[in-house]
């Protein structure tokens, strides 16, 4: 299957201070990149779908000029967690969609696990 | 919108034996149902999809059934391992949507 890569794999910050979260298709082209958010045994809550080259659409409820998302390429989007605050903590993941022929499905990274002091 | 339920949230089975997660969806237009696993601290790994068109899918130990009529799609594994605990996720969408994924069973292989 299709690999994507998040860096960080974990990160520990002060309150206050912005986080930047980088993920990346390795083996294809994702014209769309998906964000989610998971919480301790938890399903996956969606955050924003990242569109290479436009704004990211947000889910509702989720504040946008607080989870800031580019879409530079169609191999990167990042997600940065401005002035975070130990209420972010969480364990952020994003997936990349393949859209190809008949197949249209999604992979994920590893996740980027957040701790906000 | 569409709604996923998943059943049950938890299962506990000895090793060798078969598990059983069901997932029901309650759009009718879906028509792709992936499963994923996701292991402690790692990121969901798709393990098997199927399409509206399929009844059933296998890939060796793990198999997917889907009753469109009734709106419903089972993931099965049989001879379970150890190393087969984990978080299982099943997801529904129709083509061009976003997943819509259901709230996960955490499945426990006993040595």
């Known amino acids: 299957g299709a690999v994507v890569s998040q860096h960080p794999s974990w990160v520990i910050c002060k309150s206050g201070t912005s986080v930047k979260i980088e993920c990346r298709s390795l083996?294809?082209?994702?014209?769309?990149m998906f964000w989610y958010r998971q919480f301790p045994k938890q399903s996956l809550m969606l955050m924003a779908t990242?569109?290479?080259?436009?704004?990211?659409?947000?889910e509702q409820g989720v504040e946008k000029d607080k989870f800031l998302i580019n879409h530079a390429s169609l191999t990167l989007s990042t997600l940065t967690v401005t002035s975070a605050h130990p209420e972010d903590s969480s364990f952020y993941i994003c997936?990349?969609?393949?859209?190809?022929?008949?197949?249209?499905?999604?992979?994920f990274g590893p996740g980027t696990r957040l701790t906000v002091l | 919108g569409e709604n996923v339920e998943q059943h049950p949230s938890t299962l506990s089975v000895q090793e060798g034996d078969s598990a059983v997660i069901k997932c029901t969806y309650s759009d009718s237009a879906s028509n792709y149902f992936p499963w994923y696993k996701q292991e402690l601290g790692k990121g969901p790994q798709l393990i098997i999809d199927?399409?509206?068109?399929?009844g059933e899918k296998k890939d060796q130990r793990i198999a997917v059934t889907l009753n469109k009529t009734a709106k419903h799609f089972s993931l099965h594994i049989t001879e379970t391992q150890p190393e087969d605990s984990a978080v299982y996720f099943c997801a529904a969408r129709y083509y061009g949507q976003n997943f819509v994924f259901g709230p996960g069973t955490r499945l426990s292989v006993l040595p």
């Open positions: 990242s569109n290479e080259g436009s704004k990211a659409t947000y």
């Open positions: 199927i399409r509206s068109n399929v």
């Open positions: 083996d294809f082209q994702a014209t769309t």
């Open positions: 997936s990349a969609r393949v859209a190809s022929g008949v197949t249209d499905t999604q992979y």
